[in-house]
């Protein structure tokens, strides 16, 4: 099992819908949360970072983390075709390294 | 600054021959990460160093594969003898301190071994 479960999709949603994302782990020692967004023939840059459970807010991303699941969401409200990218998640506990999902691939469609 | 800066951004090989990656980070980040993505797999972490000593490579996937940072601003990531299967794209990334803080990708090489 991997430490860090996320599924690739892809995932196509028409343009102005709700975009949920998500990943599940299985680390109990994992404490900082991020989601990190990738363009096409790019490298990855973070969008969000979370510090252990509860939710965060950036504009039309929200970032949430349930530790007590083993879970972890993004959510994009108002969807634009800019947004179309791979997401990642990763996640750490403390000064290991960086553990990321392998990733979903979503499309905003006009 | 510049930020993360890999060279080649392409490279095409036949297998069996030797492959260099280069990757020079942001100035004052003292770690550094070799990634390795492919659809299968993902992004996979290959190997990092702190202060330019690697600190943990148990990602490297073979003795094939090998990585020097010899100063701190300039790392390389080799593949000798290359296979097709080494195909994909490799990311360097920096950052200041370990663990959780934010990591800075490079724009990758992209490998195709034929």
């Known amino acids: 099992q991997k430490e860090v479960e996320q599924d690739p999709g892809p995932l196509s949603v028409p343009e102005g819908a709700i975009v949920s994302l998500n990943c599940t782990y299985s680390?109990?020692?994992?404490?900082?949360f991020m989601w990190y967004r990738q363009y096409s023939r790019k490298g990855p840059e973070l969008l969000m970072y979370?510090?252990?459970?509860g939710n965060k807010e950036d504009g039309r991303f929200t970032a949430q983390v349930d530790k007590s699941s083993k879970y972890i969401s993004l959510f994009i409200r108002d969807s634009q075709p800019s947004d179309s990218a791979t997401y990642l998640c990763?996640?750490?506990?403390?000064?290991?390294?960086?553990?990321f999902g392998q990733g979903t691939r979503l499309t905003i469609n006009p | 600054d510049a930020g993360v800066i890999q060279s080649p951004r392409h490279e095409v090989t036949e297998m069996g021959q030797e492959v260099t990656l280069r990757c020079k980070p942001i100035?004052?980040?003292?770690?550094l990460f070799w990634y390795r993505q492919t659809m299968m797999r993902g992004l996979e972490l290959l190997i990092y160093?702190?202060?330019?000593?690697?600190?943990?490579d148990s990602g490297m996937p073979e003795d094939r594969f090998s990585a020097k940072m010899p100063n701190a601003s300039f790392s390389t990531l080799k593949i000798q003898p290359s296979e097709p299967r080494d195909s994909a794209v490799y990311f360097c990334?920096?950052?200041?301190?370990?663990?959780?803080?934010?990591?800075?990708f490079g724009p990758g090489t992209r490998l195709t071994v034929l």
């Open positions: 990334a920096s950052s200041v301190l370990a663990g959780a803080d934010t990591q800075y």
């Open positions: 680390n109990s020692a994992f404490q900082y």
């Open positions: 979370t510090y252990s459970s």
């Open positions: 990763a996640m750490a506990g403390g000064a290991q390294k960086l553990v």
């Open positions: 100035s004052g980040h003292d770690y």
């Open positions: 160093f702190n202060n330019n000593v690697p600190i943990d």
